[in-house]
């Protein structure tokens, strides 16, 4: 199975701050890269797909790169709206395998 | 509007069975590979299943091999997890979701999720 590790694990961060959250594949994954938002209680949504493409309806505050096996998300310029748990997947084989997990939280 | 809802969710002796059904509306479900992903409270996302389209290919996490089953009934919209031998690890919110393929894989959308709880 391929291992996907983020780092960090949290941060603390004020609105306004540009946030990078970075995450390591165990193998190369080309750019077969997805990133999640989660807030408490709710569901996982999915923000970037294939390591820098946008979700249709996600702000353009939030970007990714990478491709092989470093990946980044980038949120330009953090709202309140995005004190949120962020994890990476890796799309390239099954097990669709998920990253530990950043929580961002309120400076 | 594209949706799932999970229901089937509980409290359940050690060594208990439980089935975790996924509605689906609002697209061709028929067309979709599907998921069961888990998450204990607090902590990060586990894959634990996948279901093609017409339901031939299935792959699970070791974890969970031999004990759950996924299945889909195509004609009802429904996804299925059928968990067998349950453990007190088992204990977890279990979300589906779809895996959308435009241009590459993503799960779009997720259920709101089941609390399955493992308890004696």
């Known amino acids: 199975d391929i291992q996907m590790t983020q780092s960090p694990s949290s941060l603390s961060a004020s609105v306004g701050d540009r946030v990078t959250i970075t995450c390591r594949a165990s193998?190369?994954?080309?750019?077969?890269l997805n990133w999640y938002q989660q807030k408490p209680g709710k569901a996982p949504k999915v923000l970037i797909y294939a390591s820098s493409s946008l979700q249709s309806g996600v702000p353009s505050r939030f970007s990714g790169s990478g491709s092989g096996t470093d990946f980044t998300l980038t949120i330009s310029s953090l709202q309140p709206e995005d004190f949120a748990s962020y994890y990476c997947?890796?799309?390239?084989?099954?097990?669709?395998?998920f990253g530990q997990g950043t929580k961002v939280e309120i400076k | 509007e594209v949706k799932l809802v999970e229901s089937g969710g509980g409290l359940v002796q050690p060594g208990g069975s439980l089935r975790l059904s996924c509605a689906a509306s609002g697209f061709t479900f028929s067309s979709y590979w599907m998921h069961w992903v888990r998450q204990v409270t607090g902590k990060g996302l586990v894959w634990v299943s996948r279901?093609?389209?017409?339901?031939?290919?299935?792959t699970y996490a070791d974890s969970v091999k031999g004990r759950f089953t996924i299945s889909r009934d195509n004609a009802k919209n429904t996804l299925y997890l059928q968990m067998n031998s349950l453990r007190v690890e088992d204990t977890a919110v279990y979300f589906c979701?779809?895996?959308?393929?435009?241009?590459?894989?993503?799960?779009?959308?997720w259920g709101q999720g089941t609390l399955v709880t493992v308890s004696s």
């Open positions: 997947q890796q799309s390239y084989n099954t097990p669709r395998t």
């Open positions: 279901i093609n389209s017409d339901g031939y290919s299935i």
């Open positions: 979701a779809r895996e959308l393929v435009t241009k590459s894989n993503r799960f779009d959308p």
């Open positions: 193998q190369n994954i080309n750019n077969d």
